[in-house]
C-alpha cells in the first residue's frame, strides 16, 4: 500500500544456469594465449594403490594440453567406485561439479572465466497490468555473474541502463547490485 492506493505487483522466478563448463585462466608457455578450455577429459594415473587424477584443458591458443590436479596419490580404497568410474569415463558432469569446487582452481593457481558459460531462464509473466515487479534470482550452481550484466540479460536492457535504473532508485534490492556474486537474491524494479 501506498498513499492509500493499491500498488499492483508481479512476482516471478529467474534462474542462473550454466550453458557450459567455464574457460581457464593461464598463461600458455606455447603461445601468448592465456585461455584454456576443459572439455570434461580426465587422466587417470595409477602407482601400484595409489592414483593421480588430472582434468585436461586445452589451450585456446594452440591446443596444448595442462593437467589440473583433481586428486593426488591417492589410495584407491578412498575413492568411490562410482566416482572413479566417470573419472574413465570423462564424465563431463563430474567436470562441472569439480570446476565448481573453489579448492581445484586455488589448488591449481588458475581463475575460471564464466563469460558466455550461463544464461537466465526466466519465468513467462505479462508485465503489462504491473507497477512492481518483484524478482526472486536463484542460481542452479554456484556461478560468480557481475550483477549488472546478470540484470542487463534478465531485463534485455543495456548495462548502463541498469546502472541509471539503481541510481533513479526504479531497481532495487537489500544486497549491493554491484560486483559479482554466485548466491540467490531477490529485487524489485518499479515499472
Given amino acids: 500500500m501506498t498513499n492509500n492506493e493499491s500498488v499492483r505487483r508481479l512476482a516471478t522466478q529467474w534462474l542462473v544456469c550454466p550453458t557450459g563448463l567455464p574457460l581457464i585462466r593461464r598463461r600458455c608457455l606455447s ?79 588458475v581463475a575460471l572465466d564464466w563469460d558466455g558459460a550461463w544464461t537466465v531462464r526466466r519465468t513467462a509473466v505479462d508485465v503489462s497490468q504491473a507497477e512492481v515487479l518483484d524478482v526472486s534470482v536463484r542460481f542452479v550452481r554456484p556461478i560468480p555473474v557481475r550483477l549488472t550484466t546478470l540484470l542487463s540479460a534478465g531485463l534485455e536492457v543495456s548495462r548502463s541502463e541498469v546502472r541509471r535504473l539503481v541510481a533513479a532508485g526504479d531497481l532495487s534490492s537489500t544486497r549491493r547490485l554491484s560486483g559479482r556474486s554466485s548466491s540467490d537474491f531477490s529485487f524489485t524494479l518499479r515499472l
Fill in 31 to 109: 603461445c601468448t594465449s592465456a585461455r584454456y578450455r576443459a572439455h570434461g577429459k580426465f587422466r587417470v594415473n595409477a602407482n601400484h594403490k595409489l592414483l593421480d587424477v588430472w582434468l585436461l584443458a586445452l589451450c585456446v591458443g594452440c591446443g596444448e594440453t595442462v593437467k589440473l590436479t583433481v586428486l593426488e596419490r591417492v589410495h584407491v580404497r578412498t575413492i568411490d567406485p562410482s566416482t572413479l568410474t566417470r573419472f574413465h569415463d570423462n564424465d563431463v558432469e563430474l567436470a562441472a561439479t569439480l570446476l565448481h569446487d573453489p579448492g581445484l582452481p586455488r589448488r591449481n593457481g
